[in-house]
Each structure stands twice: as structure tokens, then as C-alpha cells.
């Protein structure tokens, strides 16, 4: 460490305990309000109740606007916008539009010149990202300079929303809680809307998340926070504002399924300790370890690992030899299974290992490849079904539409027409059936059509469910079908699903007609480019990696000299890595004995 760099510590930070450390560094001064009905109120620790009078809101409000607006938003946001940014916290995503919505139904027409031809721009891209679709919301707010911005929305969206409100092209979000965590979104004034997120009350972490939103550095020399509330949570919110941060503990504790065994098969896959003495000194280090005095009151650390091994060994992860043996103790060393080391590679939750592997065993039995709804069925998160409520009547809708082979897969997974019919029909249903299966063939009916439809907008309106949230699907899945194809590998008995898996994982990546995908693998072209090259006459991989840049340039729409070189570049060596790919299988072929001369000749052939 440096001298400066340790002056600098000494200076602004201040131990206050082994693990705790409170810092003095404020970059920017933060000025917390409270505005109850009309009054604005400053916090105070000083003051005798935490809070001293500040201002009167005045501000000329109509009688519609007043039955509108009854929290007096409008008021509080045109004070700052749009020479300023601000930031309006909701406790709900269905809130935040409503609220921008509202907020410029009573904004004054000027807002509508403030940077015109860049929202103009802005509605255009997000148009060319969405296949020609824009969100209604949106489409009326943005000429105002303001746009909502929660989990619904896709990454595409909510990446062009920030950039154009980080460079003030929007001056205005209304938001959840969500983006005080992770996206640098610094406003010169943030508003609380309620101190709830959701239905559950502000915790002092939170509150301080959202509050530290306010302020620019380097931009601004200040910034404010005005939590809206009612009379009746004064009392709450001034002990909100006035207790310390709640405390940080090791997430280990929460879910010893998640995360102590997770770690000791880790530990043991890796090799890093593979008998309880060094399982337990690795276990002693870690922030739980640390902690234990505090979190651990029936059990001690020690056994809560021999237990956690114990489990471990029981469903078959784990295998324990004997290292020694005396009168006193065993000593025994531990090895990963089989099992084991299929859910170590491939990163499964220890909790549904058993339930994927039953899962894939059963599909083994009559797996059903005429469509793809089996293997996606098979590739769905378990995580995302247990949390997913299926909107009946389009289960319904959807089932009754399904091929033969499709019906034939929902048959082998114990899901029937008539029971999905009685439950959109509100009838009761007396036969038991998985309800975690039953939610988890929804999710694949959605993946499945966007598989079939490549357009998150029509299947966001076929099963009435928020882009973001579909996107995000996508993204799980995608990423779960990697991690049950590393699963596979490891286990011999399910070779089937290997080349399977490879094509299905890349589906599900991309996301796009199955011609595009060999373009998609270039680096730098997204699904919008590759339609392009692929309507220009580059169809394969061999025809961009032998493509001319200048002709490129000439044929395809807004690409820079630089992107065509870099796409040509990437292709030429996505192209050699194949080439070497297959000249290693050849090679490996070609020293097989010679009782297998069909499969080396076939294979040259392929090369």
C-alpha cells in the first residue's frame, strides 16, 4: 500500500470494529426532506422529534390536478426539471407508469421543446430495437423527458432509457427500488413516492440506497431526497431515518441447503480440503466463520459441517473414506462422486440436483422429439416455475392448440386438458397433480413460442406478461441449459442429451431464426446486423469470414469502417477455431484400431 494512499485511509476511514468501518468521505452534500400533505419538512437530528419545518409547498393546483395528484408530485418534479434530473421512487412497477403518465398529462407543452429531436431519436431507436413496437406509456411520456424504468422492460429498452437520461435527454424516472442497486442514475433530487416497497415497510438499508441516488459528482455541489408519507407513518419513518443501518450477515447461514454444502462440495470438487480438519479451517475464514458467535446459538460450527457432509454423503454427492482409524477417532477423507461432480460442473442448485435427475431419467424413458417442447421442458429453471402463477384461461388457450407430440409430452409429465380446463374455469379438481410441473410446463409454453416467434412483443401479449419478465426467462434458461448440458457430460447414461443440448442452448442464446445463428456467433452482430448480412447474401460463417470490408460497408446500413473490419476479423477466426476443432477429431479418429473404418472414413468426410 502505498504512503498516500495510507494517509488518505487514516484520514477518511474509521475502524469502529473487526469487520465494521464508517467512512467521512461526502462528495457531495445531501439535504433529506419529509413532506407531509403540503409541508416540507428538513430531518434534523437535532431537532427534538428528528425534524424541523422547511417550506410550504405553493403551488397553484386545479381541482382535477388536486384529485389526481393528491401527493402534490407535479409540484415537486417541475421544481428541478428540465434543467435538473430527478428520480420518483414507487413501491410498485404498475405504479411507476401510472405515475409518469399522470405526471405529463398536467406537464406545460414547453417540455415538448426541451432537446425535441433527440427523444425524437431516442422513440426511433427503441422502435428499431422492438421490431417497429414501443410501449404506449412511453410513446406519450418520452416527449416530456420522462420514461418509467422497472424489471419489464428488456435490457435493450432500459440500456437506451439510461443513456439518454444520463445525458440529460430525460430528465425525469419514475422507478422501483431496483435501480437504486446497480445502475448509476445520480439525480439532482429523488423522491420517494411512499415508504414502502411493495407491501412491506422501508428498511434503513433501503432507504439509504435510494436516498444516496441523489447528487452528481462533479456535476452538481448538491443533492435532496423528500420522502412522501402519511400522518399515520410519522412515527415509523422517524425512527427509520434516525436508527443505523441494519446489520450485514454471511448469506451462508440463511440456507445451509444453498449455501454451507454448496461450499463443501466446491471445496471437495476443487481439491481444496478434502477431510473435515481442513473443511473446517477453510470453514473458520470465511465471514460466516467470523460470525458464528453471533448467528449460531443451538449448534456449533463443527456441526453444522459434519451435518452438512452428512447430507452431502446421503444423497449420494459424497463418498468418505477412512484415513486412519484409533479407539478414539476416525479420521475420514472425502471424494465427489459421480453425481457430485455433474451438479459441481454444472453449477446446479443442490436443491433440485435430485429432482433433475429424476427429471432426465424419466425422459430417457419416451423422450419426445418431434417438437421441441420436451427438451425446453427439460432446460426450464426450476427456481423460476417455483415462483410462477400461470394465468389459466391462456394455460387453457395455449394447451388446446398443441400438436399430438405436444400433447403427448404434457401426457408423459402428468398434465391433462381437463385439469388445466377446471382450473380455468374455477372448478375444483380432486386429482393431485405436481404443482411445480404444472407451472414449469407453462414457463416452457412460453419459451416455446418465443422460440417459434423470435418476438418477445407478440408473446408478451399472447401470455399477458411483462417483456422483462419474458427476457429474463430466456436468459435463465438459456443459461440452465448450459448448466444441465455440463451435467450430462459427466454422466455417461445421459449421452443422448449431449448434442441435443449444444443446439438447444444456442436457440434459446440467440433466440432467433435458425438461419441467423451462425452469423450471431460473430462477434459484434446481434440479431437487427445479422438479418441484415443475411439478407445482403452473407448466409454462413465462410461468406463473412471472405467478405471485403469496403463491400460490406457499401451493402450494409450504418456500419463504420471499423465494425466491418472487426465482423470480418471475427469471423475468419471463429472459422480457424471450427477448422482446428475438426482436424483434432480427425486425428483422434484416425488412431482407433481398425475395426472401426466406417466411423473414421464418415468423419474424414465431414472434416
Known amino acids: 500500500m502505498s504512503k498516500t494512499y495510507k494517509s488518505f485511509f487514516k484520514q477518511n476511514i474509521t475502524p469502529v470494529s473487526l469487520d465494521q468501518y464508517v467512512s467521512k468521505i461526502c462528495t457531495v452534500e445531501l439535504k433529506e426532506y419529509l413532506k407531509i400533505n403540503d409541508i416540507v419538512y428538513e430531518v434534523d437530528s437535532k431537532a427534538e422529534n428528528g425534524m424541523t419545518f422547511s417550506r410550504l409547498l405553493n403551488y397553484k393546483y386545479s381541482d382535477t390536478l388536486k384529485k389526481m395528484d393528491p401527493d402534490y408530485l407535479v409540484a415537486l418534479v417541475t421544481e428541478v426539471i428540465p434543467n435538473y434530473s430527478c428520480l420518483v421512487f414507487c413501491p410498485t412497477k404498475k405504479n411507476c407508469e401510472n405515475v409518469a403518465e399522470m405526471i405529463c398529462r398536467f406537464l406545460s407543452k414547453d417540455y415538448l421543446k426541451h432537446r425535441e429531436k433527440e427523444k425524437h431519436e431516442l422513440i426511433k431507436n427503441l422502435k428499431n430495437i422492438s421490431s417497429g413496437n414501443l410501449c404506449p406509456v412511453l410513446k406519450h411520456t418520452i416527449p416530456f ?21 444520463s445525458i440529460g435527454v430525460l430528465c425525469l424516472f419514475t422507478c422501483t427500488s431496483t435501480l437504486a442497486a446497480g445502475v448509476n442514475l445520480p439525480a439532482r433530487r429523488v423522491i420517494l413516492r411512499a415508504p414502502y416497497v411493495a407491501k412491506e415497510f422501508l428498511k434503513r438499508n433501503q432507504y439509504q440506497q435510494m436516498i444516496g441516488r441523489a447528487g452528481r459528482a462533479g456535476i452538481d455541489t448538491m443533492g435532496e431526497s423528500i420522502l412522501i408519507l402519511q400522518e399515520k407513518d410519522k412515527q415509523q419513518v422517524l425512527e427509520l431515518i434516525s436508527r443505523p443501518p441494519e446489520n450485514c450477515y454471511s448469506c451462508l447461514v440463511q440456507e445451509f441447503t444453498k449455501g454451507i454444502q454448496t461450499l463443501c462440495l466446491s471445496l471437495i470438487g476443487l481439491k481444496v480440503a478434502t477431510n473435515l480438519d481442513d473443511i473446517c479451517h477453510f470453514m473458520n475464514g470465511t465471514f460466516f466463520g467470523v460470525q458464528q458467535k453471533i448467528l449460531l446459538k443451538e449448534k456449533n460450527l463443527l456441526e453444522i459441517t459434519v451435518e452438512s457432509l452428512r447430507h452431502l454423503t446421503e444423497k449420494g454427492l459424497l463418498q468418505k473414506d477412512t484415513l486412519f482409524k484409533s479407539k478414539e477417532e476416525h479420521q475420514y477423507n472425502f471424494h465427489i462422486t459421480k453425481l457430485g461432480r455433474a451438479s ?5 442448485d443442490l436443491a ?14 419416451g423422450l419426445v422429439l418431434e417438437s421441441l417442447l420436451h427438451l425446453i421442458y427439460l432446460t426450464t429453471p426450476y427456481d423460476l416455475a417455483f415462483q410462477c402463477v400461470p394465468d389459466w384461461m391462456i394455460y387453457f388457450r395455449q394447451f388446446s392448440q398443441l400438436s399430438p407430440a405436444e400433447q403427448n409430452v404434457a401426457a408423459l409429465l402428468g398434465v391433462s386438458e ?6 380455468a374455469s374455477g372448478q375444483a379438481v380432486k386429482k393431485k397433480v405436481d404443482k411445480d410441473v404444472v407451472n414449469r410446463l407453462y414457463l416452457s409454453f412460453v419459451l416455446y413460442t418465443l422460440l417459434k416467434e423470435t418476438n418477445i412483443w407478440r408473446v408478451s401479449e399472447k401470455f399477458n406478461l411483462p417483456r422483462g419478465y ?3 426467462l430466456l436468459t435463465g434458461a438459456a443459461s440452465f441449459s448450459a448448466c444441465v448440458l455440463h451435467f450430462c457430460e459427466e454422466l455417461e447414461e445421459f449421452w443422448v442429451y449431449r448434442a441435443l443440448l449444444v443446439e438447444l442452448t444456442k436457440k434459446l442464446t440467440y433466440c432467433v431464426k435458425a438461419e441467423l445463428i451462425p452469423l450471431m456467433e460473430v462477434t459484434g452482430v446481434l440479431e437487427g446486423r445479422a438479418k ?22 457499401r451493402t450494409i446500413d450504418h456500419l463504420s469502417r471499423h465494425q466491418a473490419k472487426k465482423i470480418v476479423s471475427s469471423a475468419k477466426m471463429l472459422l480457424h477455431e471450427k477448422a482446428e476443432a475438426l482436424q483434432e477429431e480427425v486425428e483422434e479418429l484416425l488412431r482407433l484400431p481398425s475395426d472401426f473404418p466406417g466411423i473414421v472414413s464418415s468423419s474424414i468426410e465431414k472434416a
Open 344 to 348: 459441481f460442473k454444472g453449477t446446479i
Open 352 to 365: 433440485y440436483c435430485d429432482i433433475l435427475y429424476r427429471d432426465l431419467k424419466k425422459g430417457l424413458e
Open 418 to 423: 381437463s385439469f388445466i380446463w377446471k382450473k
Open 470 to 472: 419474458i427476457q429474463n
Open 145 to 165: 423527458g420522462v420514461a418509467y424504468h422497472h424489471s419489464g422492460l428488456t435490457s435493450d429498452e432500459r440500456k437506451l432509457l439510461e443513456e439518454a437520461y
Open 532 to 553: 441484415q448480412l443475411y439478407n445482403a447474401g452473407y448466409k454462413s460463417l465462410v461468406h463473412l469470414a471472405n467478405a471485403n470490408p469496403e463491400v460490406l460497408i
